[in-house]
């Protein structure tokens, strides 16, 4: 959620609000404004040495947030392999900004909720601000960005200017259902009756709240799916939160299939998303809502609905012009080998190329990142150091092929046996090391148990179709409360103790540091 302070600026300065309206503004009493604990996220995250630590500790204060933050860290949403079972996990999984992100959202809505204008429909308001938040993450992460809650905020607050606008000019929405009419339509008659519209208002609340640059942007835009006139850079994050509201229209005000045809076009033309690709995002949409009505304690659509549109959709949405396709399916590819280029440079930045492991500078990154986090949240981090017994006579006899299928194997095993949570690193030459955190050391003496075991039963073959057996020792170190480690240095220092300790007591066997200490 952190953006340079120039672009702030930038933003601010496009804010277009008459005079009379921003002294309206300025002295409205009944504006909506953030709980406290929305202010502590908003600081937290324009912080750029946020951790672990501290965002666990502000969200871990108000237990209602860090359930929802769990909830949906094993929802739909996120489908991963692996449920997470504690909120550190959670952490670790969604990401530090995403969670600030999310926890700002549940915030806010929780608030904003609790007071309703009168004359407004207001659960109409907020059916389209949840499942405009869900089609915003949705569309972000079709393109992989790394920002889709950030996109998920913008999109749930685009229309908070409507909240501002109906508590100090409630004369613009008497006589009109705002939510069943285009949004285009909806500005042009606050335009009409206030000479500014609900995304200007919105912006400028937005920016009095001291919100990230982002989301003035793309509150402010969110009428433009073009985005005429934003940065190129900042051109997507706008398109993914205008388009999000137009969807949520198709659901909630006109799902006739011109609408339906309409909606198909636009998100083909500004986001180069086939329509057959969007005929498979109304399908995810479908999973996603019933979490966001769980999360957001809010139905907004019934079970019925919600087959209807989505089959509706789906049919519609199937047949389209092959030339059309095939001329599109050209920059979805461009858009695609542009990604696994940008993967491809991540990879060879932070992996070992033969294995595919970590490599020893992004281990040690990780090392002192969660040592830090372990030892000021009073969590468990174990490590282990694995080494691969006889390996020099294996490539003495195998040659260097022979040594690389080795290394190859053991890192399968290690990658295979192991959490997501978990990093495997290949420290140099025969050495592995495992950072597994939340283990104690029982637990993690079961895991090299458990490797020790598995690795006897492995078969390598060389290139020359011989096979040779695989052995490991591993040394293990833990930090708890009351361990004697002061950093990190002195836990990878002591699994490689153990680790000798191994490797001279006979080999193919696991040695903890405790044990050896108690002995």
Known sequence: ?????????????????????????????????????AMRVITLAQDPEIDLARVADTVSA?????????????????????????????????????????ALSFTLVSTLRKDPPKGFDFPAYWKRAILAGTWAKLLASEFGRRDAEEIFLAALLQDIGMLALNRIAPEVYAGISPFRLDHGRVAQHERN?????HRMVGAWLLQNWNMPPALLRGVQHSHDPSAAGVEPEHREFVRCVALSGELADVWLADHSETSIRRIGNRVHNHLGILPNRLKELFDTIGEHIPVAEGLFDMEILSAEELEDITTQAREILLVRNLHQIDRNRDLENQQSRLRAENSALRLEREHDALTGTCNRRAFAEALEREFTAASTNAWPLSLMFIDIDHFKDINDTYGHQGGDAMLKAVAALLTGSLRETDMVARYGGDEFVLLLPGLDVRQVEAV???????????????????????????GVATYEIGSAFTNAQALLNAADSALYHSKHSGRDRHTSYERIKAA
């Open 193 to 197: 009756c206030v000479e500014t519209d």
């Open 1 to 37: 959620m952190q953006e340079a302070a120039g672009s702030e600026a930038i933003v601010m300065s496009q804010i277009e609000i008459p005079e009379k309206m921003l002294q309206r503004l300025r002295i409205g009493t009944s504006l909506p404004s953030p709980p406290a604990v």
């Open 62 to 102: 108000d237990p209602a947030i860090a359930a929802k933050v769990m909830r949906i860290a094993n929802s739909a949403m996120y489908a991963r392999r692996r449920q997470s079972t504690n909120l550190r996990q959670a952490l670790i999984m969604l990401g530090l900004n995403a969670t600030l992100s999310l």
């Open 448 to 474: 090299a148990e458990r490797l020790v075991y598995e690795a006897r039963t492995r078969q390598v073959r060389a290139v020359d179709g011989r096979s040779f057996a695989v052995t490991l020792s591993l």
